[in-house]
């Protein structure tokens, strides 16, 4: 079974730091893009970071930039986030998620295909 | 890219067609998904480019448009179709996608 699992969430003070971690399972792992995406309380998902099947291609949104790291180990069949200078602001729910595509027309398209339960992050003193 | 979802929020009753609409800042042609998520629950892909359904889901979902303007339709409402249906482009770099600010669907 298709299947992503995160872990690492919690409590952290404002200013903090957390490390999700995300484990993969059912699929080829190092052949897939990753992703991040969170859902603060009672609001829509945003998309927050991005990492190529390689890792040689990074994204971030500008919320999250500067203060977060992706990364993963295709050896662990892992995905992390390293999460720094935490503020309230960054309380939700993270979204591991993995970004595939099809052919529809004759033309690629993506689409975020698999998605982990979450993982909640509470940033509060 | 800006996202836009209408309506926020709908009471519908079992049977009912509904009808969600997503509209772009900017033309995205066709690159637009949209999912479903239930309470508690990730996010399931229902549709992507627009309008293929993804392998699973059952027809009386369906999506339509192209450019800025989209709309999701739900034919004969069942009871585990009462969630929040979210869009996303596809579209722009970086490889993320915008959300729209989800729709939730309730029972009247």
């Known amino acids: 079974e298709v299947q992503l699992v995160e872990s690492g969430g919690g409590l952290a003070q404002p200013g903090g730091s957390l490390r999700l971690a995300c484990a993969a399972s059912?699929?080829?792992?190092?052949?897939?893009?990753m992703n991040w995406v969170r859902q603060a309380p009672g609001k829509g998902l945003e998309w927050i970071s991005y990492?190529?099947?390689?890792?040689?291609?990074?994204y971030y949104a500008e919320s999250v930039k500067g203060r977060f790291t992706i990364s993963r180990d295709d050896a662990q069949n892992s995905l992390y986030l390293q999460m720094d200078s935490l503020g309230a602001d960054d309380t939700a729910i993270y979204f591991c998620v993995r970004r595939t595509g099809g052919i529809s027309d004759y033309y690629y398209y993506f689409y975020m295909d698999v998605w982990g339960i979450g993982t909640t992050v509470t940033v509060s003193s | 890219i800006q996202m836009t979802q209408s309506p926020s929020s709908l009471s519908a009753s079992i049977g009912d067609r509904v009808t969600i609409t997503c509209r772009a800042s900017?033309?995205?042609?066709?690159?637009l998904n949209w999912y479903q998520q239930k309470p508690g629950k990730a996010p399931k892909l229902l549709i992507y480019a627009a309008s293929t359904l993804q392998s699973g889901v059952p027809s009386r979902f369906s999506g339509n448009g192209s450019g800025t303007d989209f709309t999701l339709t739900i034919t004969t409402l069942q009871p585990e179709d009462f969630a929040t249906y979210h869009c996303?482009?596809?579209?722009?770099?970086?490889?993320?996608?915008?959300f729209g600010g989800g729709s939730k669907v309730e029972i009247k």
């Open positions: 059912g699929f080829t792992f190092k052949n897939y893009e």
């Open positions: 900017q033309n995205i042609r066709k690159y």
């Open positions: 990492i190529s099947s390689s890792g040689t291609a990074i």
């Open positions: 996303q482009e596809s579209y722009s770099s970086p490889p993320g996608g915008t």
